[in-house]
């Protein structure tokens, strides 16, 4: 029997306060960093505009591109020359009344040398009111996706567990948030749907454990509470690694092999596995703790009087 | 020996396997055929096949394109666009039917352009949605769908009535611009004639504008419409070409009766032609066939105005004003212009198919080339390959016999999903790839819980028989949570979100859902049937 992390007794609880300092510094980094970008940084999707990728042959350079945008009434159009020679990628703003500025720059371009070759290969145009819709319903479905789940998770457990897995929802997400904003990636709408994923993803790990902390906590109800988390944790411990590193394995080849189009996703689910199976272990639990002990010194306080 | 239940079990695994398998029949079949046959297969339109045999074959093929699962837009390339129906000119009553009206009138159009499987929904209050799969000229099809198409037969105004409409407008800017006391005579042209100046000389009902004052005679245009208190039977407008005058470029300027005297409702058929304009020899145009009620009409216009101009207005702009040299007696006509011929192949379609009650705007564009569409399916499933790949090794290696059982399980699970999805004709998306990806992570993750307490309980020195019991028991309900909160935020996806995210959400609620059955039903089944037959006393886990 091939065995990981058999038996490991770690006193996890003793050191949660590192970790709430790591937590902590991190979460500062992620705030820090959207402070200093101005919030994320928001893809056409929901701010509306333009995003036009083109192939060109023979390839040219940057400036003839930027120039025959301009020629196109697009000036202060962002360009950007990707991997492959003669590729752009090229960001309009929404102008009302005209949806989708494509035609215009790959006719510009095409005009440069009659010899040219432009292929369009994406465009993604996206008026200013359907930017407004698809954010609102964007935010409506993390609303409600996060609702459902504290919902469930309320009725299922305790409340006290309630505010840890809230936590580590949160932590998760935002850090992951702050992750994008320090690589300068843009928040689509396919982005959205790998942060909820880390949110499910989330609160799965963080209610294995918490299922433990219940069941153990049963057996185990002469001991303290630390010691009942502590017994959990490493008893789902390797069950804990081996479900991430399997998960991790996926993404990673969704990122490495994937392609551009999903590789924004795929980046934003990398970062969240990897604190999410850090935070299912310390942030949820070591905040259930704090929660619990707080309540005993409450209780123990008035039990003086 | 098996109890009853098991061979329940047995039976219903097998017919789970086998519906799987025959629903997934076609989509193996399409994909497994030449790429030269395949196409073949997406353009199949039984409703353009010339011979009997042709709509025989092309309906067993457009049955087969039907079952097969479909690739997304983002997958095999194509256009997906928003459009919205502007019905702000519009009565309530008409507003109502507008949009309907409107997505008739351009499915038309597009079935005439031969797209194979296009999609056109109404979409909320007024919007449409169109996607069209697979190679086409962009731009052609975006004119096509975007062009309102109103065809007008306008009278041009003689002389005398155009010249008294300039002067009229000269002394209205004049004004305006003195803050409503006239100019002396003695003043400057710019300022007595404030809008005949910015025309160049020439005839009056058509007079030339230079490229670059076309924007500020627009803009005077533009008040002029907007004032009521400027009452006119003419109304402006401009040619729908440029023309060059000694090297530089402009616009022609007609003056034109207010009311049309026919439309474009009465055109009852429209063909691209190339022998249209003598002058011309192979020069595009479209000739047309009036209905019998609008060749009267178009009959009585020519008889009555022999010798004027009549003005052909496609949505505001004039395509032609040739002058009436007779009485066109048997309603056909012909628009000449300075066209390509795709455009005259364009103009022809929608004509045809007739006018939109209401403009519309693309509110989104979504366009995938085929080239890129083609390197995101080909990367899309080495990752999602290796990814399994990978996985599959990993539980091969740590958990041996129950991991090969935990990958019988995922593949019975792919393979119920992708089966699912052919039998609800859904579309496999990139973000579903994605979906598929991530319900194999939450599929291996049940089996990882099981597998764990398994050891657990063998730890413990239960039997083996009773550690698989119990471990099943134990991990049934962390893994029930599980799900159920993982697929409670993917309603709400589903619900709340659009496109890409909706795709995802609902690959991973399926896979989640047949999850249930195939890593805790049928994995527990195989496991019983190991471990019981055998009276097993240890077991390769």
């Given amino acids: 029997m091939l065995q990981i992390l058999h038996g490991v007794n770690v006193n996890w609880m003793a050191r949660r306060h590192i970790a709430f300092l790591v937590s902590g510094v991190c979460v500062l980094i992620s705030i820090a960093s959207l402070i200093m970008h101005g919030g994320p940084r928001y893809g056409v999707d929901f701010t509306g505009g333009s995003l036009i990728e083109i192939q060109v042959t023979p390839p040219v350079h940057v400036d003839e591109v930027r120039s025959a945008v301009d020629r196109a009434g697009l000036a202060g159009s962002e360009i950007q020359g990707l ?48 930017g407004n819709e698809l954010r609102g319903a964007a935010i409506k479905a993390i609303f409600f996706a996060l609702g459902f789940i504290l919902i469930y998770v309320g009725i299922r457990y ?31 709408l396919t982005v959205v749907a790998a942060l909820l994923t880390i949110a499910g993803y989330s609160i799965n790990d963080t209610i294995v454990v918490f299922d433990r902390i219940r069941e153990r906590s049963k057996t185990l109800r002469r001991e303290p509470p630390e010691k009942v988390m502590n017994v959990a944790i490493n008893e789902t411990l390797s069950r804990t690694v081996i479900t991430s590193f399997t998960v991790f394995l996926s993404v990673v080849s969704l990122f490495a092999l994937g392609g551009e189009v999903i590789h924004d996703f795929s980046f934003a689910m990398l970062v969240g596995v990897v604190f999410g199976t850090y935070s299912s272990v310390y942030v949820a639990s070591g905040l259930a703790l704090e929660v619990q002990l707080w309540l005993e010194r409450a209780g123990g306080g008035r039990a003086k009087k | 020996m098996m109890t009853r239940s098991d061979q329940w079990k047995l039976l219903l695994t097998v017919a789970f396997v086998l519906a799987s398998v025959l629903t997934l029949w ?43 699962i479909k690739l997304g837009l983002d997958l095999q390339g194509g256009m997906y666009l928003l459009l919205e129906v502007d019905t702000s000119k519009l009565g309530p009553a008409e507003a109502k039917n507008a949009v309907d009206q409107a997505r008739r ?72 611009l003195r803050g409503g006391i006239p100019p002396d005579s003695t003043a400057p042209d710019s300022i007595l004639h404030p809008f005949t100046s910015k025309l160049l000389a020439s005839s009056h009902a058509e007079a030339l504008v230079l490229s670059e004052n076309v924007p500020i005679v627009d803009q005077m245009i533009l008040q002029l419409k907007a004032d009521s208190t400027f009452v006119s039977d003419a109304v402006f407008a401009w040619d729908a070409h440029e023309t060059e005058v000694s090297g530089r470029t402009a616009r022609a300027l007609y003056v034109l009766g207010k ?114 569409g083609q390197d995101s399916i080909e990367k899309g499933l080495r990752a999602a390959g290796v990814g399994a790949a990978l996985v599959v090794l990993f539980m091969i290696v740590y958990y041996r016999m129950s991991g090969m059982v935990a990958v019988v399980a995922l593949f019975l699970n ?17 973000p579903g790839i994605a979906g598929i990806v991530l319900t194999i992570g939450m599929a291996v993750d049940t089996n990882v819980l099981i597998f764990e307490r398994i ?35 993917s309603f709400a996806l589903m619900w709340f979100g659009t496109g890409p995210i909706r795709g995802f959400a609902i690959t991973l609620s399926i896979g989640l859902i047949i999850n249930l059955i195939t890593a805790v039903g049928i994995s527990k089944m195989i496991f019983d049937a190991w471990s019981v037959r055998r009276k097993l006393s240890s077991i390769s886990i």
């Fill in chain 1, 83 to 130: 991997a492959r020679p003669g590729q752009f990628l090229i960001r309009a703003e929404a102008k009302p009344g005209k949806a989708s500025p494509s035609s215009a720059i790959s006719n510009a371009v095409q005009a440069g040398d009659p010899g040219r070759k432009v292929e369009v290969l994406r465009v993604e145009s996206v008026g200013p009111r359907v």
């Fill in chain 1, 158 to 188: 305790d409340w006290r567990y309630s505010v840890g897995a809230v936590a580590a929802l949160f932590h998760d997400v935002f850090i992951t948030l702050g992750a994008l904003s320090i690589t300068n990636k843009e928040i689509t």
């Fill in chain 2, 259 to 372: 009311e049309p005297l026919m439309k474009g409702s009465e055109v009852a058929s429209a063909q691209m032609r190339l022998d249209l304009d003598p002058t011309r020899p192979g020069a595009p145009g479209v000739s047309f066939t009036l209905t019998s009620r609008g060749g009267a009409l178009f009959a009585d216009i020519t008889g009555a105005n022999v010798g004027r101009r009549l003005a052909i207005v496609l949505d505001g702009r004039i395509q032609s004003a040739p002058n009436i040299q007779e009485k066109i007696p048997r309603g056909q006509g012909s628009i000449t212009g300075n066209f390509k011929e795709e455009e005259a192949q364009n103009l022809a379609i929608v004509l045809r198919s007739g006018a939109l009650p209401a403009p519309v705007n693309i509110v989104e564009e979504r366009t995938v080339g085929p080239s890129l």
């Fill in chain 2, 414 to 430: 792919i393979l119920g999903l992708l089966a699912c999805m052919a039998g609800f004709h859904a579309t496999l998306t990139l």
């Fill in chain 2, 455 to 489: 050891r657990e309980e063998l730890r413990n020195k239960r039997t083996v028989i009773a550690a698989i019991e119990t471990g099943y028991a134990r991990a049934y309900r962390t893994i029930i949570d599980a799900h159920v909160t993982t697929l409670l935020s």
């Fill in chain 2, 105 to 176: 009138i351009i499915e038309n159009r597009i079935d005439q352009f031969g797209v194979a499987e296009p999609t056109i929904q109404k979409q909320g209050e007024n919007r449409i949605l169109i996607q069209l799969p697979g190679l086409l000229d962009q731009d052609r099809a975006k004119s096509l769908i975007g062009q309102t198409a109103l065809l007008e037969f306008k009278l041009v105004k003689t002389e005398e009535e155009s010249k008294a409409l300039y002067d009229r407008v000269d002394q209205y800017f004049a004004r305006k």
């Fill in chain 2, 26 to 68: 076609s989509t193996f079949e399409f994909y497994s055929l030449s790429p030269q046959r395949r196409q073949e297969v997406l353009q199949a339109r039984p409703s353009a096949a010339t011979t009997e045999a042709e709509r025989i074959r092309m309906e067993k093929d457009a049955k087969l394109r039907e079952r097969a």
